[in-house]
């Protein structure tokens, strides 16, 4: 098998750009509390500080510090609990709202709660299109097609903000060909561009909604996210040209100058496990960085340079040394291409439904059936109420009255709430306590999944009820099946995903008749559509693993999961395959943009 890596050259086409919200979190709650900007404050999760404003880490605080720990340092320390994640979710749709409306590009993608990627290659081009060489200081950004007047005036002889090399000049031509030569100056105008519409977007954002960003410009989304970390806070810095990744000849070439800098665990795309297969095979060590629960080294003992330089370096290489069980095929090419500051994966088209939603919470050493039960309750509660906001819409229909007349639209009998999607999947995923293995490699998630019980659905239910029964009749089985009490467990992460979304009809599709019964309307609500429904499962019902419980597993727990398990309709048995979560390989949002609720 012949083994390339995909080639990135002067001619890339796009110019995106990255915004990093500036300590999300503190900045929501500021916003609502502006005299908290002045004090130090942190977001508190349990018995963890998990973020914290500039002015508490001017005080020597950092984020995913123990409580116990800050307070000791910080005696002052303001306190604001995270455990809601509702107004921080809003926020962030606030703002993902403004960089939709902002530019007329339709690629827009929101990654978690506080980054955005635009693709602004067409908003670019236009520009250039409209550039006056003999007048550049006095240029004009349009920002509609179709509204010459709508944009700013900005000075087109030079870049926005701070730049990669720091000098900012115009990159002297890389190679004597003439063609390679124009490509690489009319790269460094379309970043030009590119920086000054970041600097609009990040003033814009600031003035309008009271939220500062970092923000990085290049080529490519690994790129435009790493040199958006040079300046921040509330700065932004530009990939100046050459980009040239596979030029052996000498020349210049400012990707590989920039990737060198980098230890391979901070490369998006290269998580803590991928690098510790790295350095274990590079270096025959691994990285001594990791401290308790989680993994805080800023640079890595093995830089990007060195495993770029390592002898017999290829795509073949990264497969042999990264493959294994939790790893798609072609893992090696996909490593070896980001370590040369190769990406290709597109900013995804805006979209308001998501792929899935998901829940989570983080412990130090989670134990005991009953007290699992209990924050299995607590996150499917919260999950359940996450699809309403973010899956239901409001129904304006003419409702037939006792005399045969219809309600008016307006009136509030008229009006119900319908599903714009739902997810088909239930994911139950978990991470055993601690964290790392004795040999010092990171545990990683184990999930299992399976079809989500249509009742959920059923919004005249209250959500504390419909997750009771989600817990326990189809959670549960899927818990006793990764962790038989046997086993002894012990948990740092509980997470419930809602995924596999199916959208019904788009908004304002739908037109519901004056005659439409209330049985009919109900039945329309809750039952999926017929081409959407999971066939029954196939495989053989598994062995049930409460037959195999050993003496070690608590009596207690082993009676009362037993008890719970008893009462499932139809027993225990075909509750799908389990899957390994492997790293995030991809920078694009099929991954990341579970609304990740994660608290760590």
Request: proline share 6%; with cysteine; glycine share 8%.
């Amino acid at each position: 098998m012949a083994w390339k890596a995909q080639k990135s050259t002067a001619k890339d086409h796009r110019i995106i750009i990255h915004f990093d919200y500036d300590s999300f979190y503190c900045s929501v709650v500021e916003r609502a509390n502006p005299v908290l900007k002045s004090l130090p404050l942190g977001i508190q999760q349990k018995n963890i500080i998990v973020t914290c404003n500039a002015e508490a880490r001017r005080r020597g605080l950092f984020k995913l510090q123990r409580l116990s720990e800050a307070k000791k340092a910080c005696p002052e320390l303001v306190l604001v609990s995270g455990e809601d994640l509702t107004r921080f979710r809003d926020a962030s749709k606030e703002l993902y709202n403004f960089f939709q409306e902002a530019v007329w590009s339709e690629r827009s993608e929101r990654l978690g709660l506080d980054e955005v990627y635009l693709d602004v290659s067409d908003v670019v081009d236009l520009n250039v299109g409209t550039l006056n060489a003999n007048d550049l200081s006095r240029s004009f950004f349009q920002l509609s097609p179709a509204d010459p007047t709508n944009g700013f005036d900005y000075d087109a002889t030079h870049v926005a903000g701070s730049t990669f090399p720091k000098n900012g000049a115009a990159p002297a031509a890389s190679s004597q060909d003439p063609s390679i030569a124009e490509d690489e100056h009319l790269l460094y105008v379309r970043l030009i561009l590119g920086s000054h519409l970041g600097q609009y977007l990040r003033r814009r954002l600031e003035d309008q909604h009271g939220f500062t960003c970092s923000v990085g410009i290049s080529t490519c989304k690994l790129l435009s996210k790493l040199v958006g970390r040079l300046d921040k806070p509330r700065g932004q810095s530009t990939l100046l040209p050459p980009y040239n990744p596979h030029r052996d000849d000498g020349g210049v070439n400012n990707v590989i100058r920039f990737m060198d800098t980098h230890g391979v665990g901070q490369i998006p795309g290269i998580g803590w496990k991928l690098g510790q297969k790295l350095r274990s095979h590079m270096l025959g060590q691994r990285d001594p960085s990791w401290e308790g629960h989680f993994y805080s080294s800023a640079e890595s003992d093995l830089s990007v340079k060195k495993a770029r330089s390592f002898p017999g370096m290829s795509p073949q290489l990264m497969e042999k040394v990264c493959a294994g069980p939790g790893f798609p095929k072609g893992i090696g090419a996909k490593v070896y291409n980001l370590l040369h500051g190769i990406d290709h994966s597109d900013v995804a088209w805006a979209r308001t439904i998501p792929r899935q939603l998901s829940i989570e919470d983080s412990y130090i050493g989670l134990k005991g059936f009953q007290r699992m039960q209990e924050e299995l309750y607590k996150i499917a509660r919260s999950l359940l109420k996450r699809l309403r906001i973010d899956l239901l819409r409001q129904d304006n229909y003419l409702s037939p009255t006792e005399n045969g007349k219809a309600h008016h639209a307006h009136d509030p009998s008229s009006t119900r709430k319908s599903w714009k999607a739902y997810p088909r999947t239930l994911r139950l995923s978990t991470r055993p306590s601690p964290a790392v293995n004795p040999d010092g490699a990171m545990t990683g998630r184990i999930s299992r999944s399976t079809r989500m019980p249509d009742f959920i659905l059923d919004t005249s239910k209250d959500i504390a009820v419909l997750a009771k029964r989600l817990v326990d009749e189809t959670i549960l089985p899927l818990f006793s099946e990764l962790h038989p009490p046997a086993s002894g467990w012990s948990l740092s992460l509980l997470n419930l995903a809602a995924t596999d979304m199916i959208v019904t009809a788009k908004e304002g599709a739908e037109d519901v008749g004056t005659n439409m019964s209330i049985k009919h309307m109900f039945k329309k609500q809750v039952e999926p559509p017929s081409s959407h429904r999971h066939p029954p499962p196939t495989s053989p019902t598994p062995t049930n693993p409460l037959a195999s419980y050993g003496e070690k597993a608590d009596q207690n727990d082993l009676a009362a999961q037993q008890e719970v398990l008893a009462r499932i309709p139809g027993g225990y048995g075909m509750l799908g395959s389990e899957d390994l979560i492997g790293p995030r390989l991809a920078l694009s949002s099929d991954d990341d943009e579970v609304e990740e609720d994660a608290h760590t």
